[in-house]
């Protein structure tokens, strides 16, 4: 008797479609446009980008460590049991 995995299954089926939509998306608008820009707008279309990434790496991280400092805190203090 076989096993059934469904997680598995779920994860190569979206593989599978996001494999298949690949080809649709070749990039987003604000590529595009910075393509056709002339030189002197690019240095400030490059610094917009990187700020952006910067910030989408960021945000996650200080989520998680503000949420770990409030729960160590909370444990230090008694409110929450140790771990």
């Known amino acids: 008797m076989r096993t059934f995995y469904p997680a598995l299954v779920a994860i190569a089926v979206?593989?599978?479609?996001g494999s298949a939509a690949?080809?649709?998306?070749?990039?987003?608008?604000?590529?595009?446009e910075a393509v056709s820009a002339?030189?002197?707008e690019l240095?400030?279309?490059?610094r917009g980008y990187n700020?952006?990434?910067m910030f989408m790496l960021a945000v996650p991280f200080g989520t998680l460590g503000m949420g770990a400092f409030?729960?160590?805190?909370?444990?230090k203090r008694g409110i929450l049991p140790p771990m």
């Open 22 to 32: 690949a080809p649709r998306a070749l990039a987003c608008p604000n590529c595009k």
């Open 70 to 75: 409030f729960v160590a805190r909370a444990v």
């Open 51 to 53: 700020y952006s990434v």
């Open 43 to 46: 240095e400030g279309m490059a």
């Open 14 to 17: 979206t593989i599978g479609l």
């Open 38 to 40: 002339q030189p002197h």
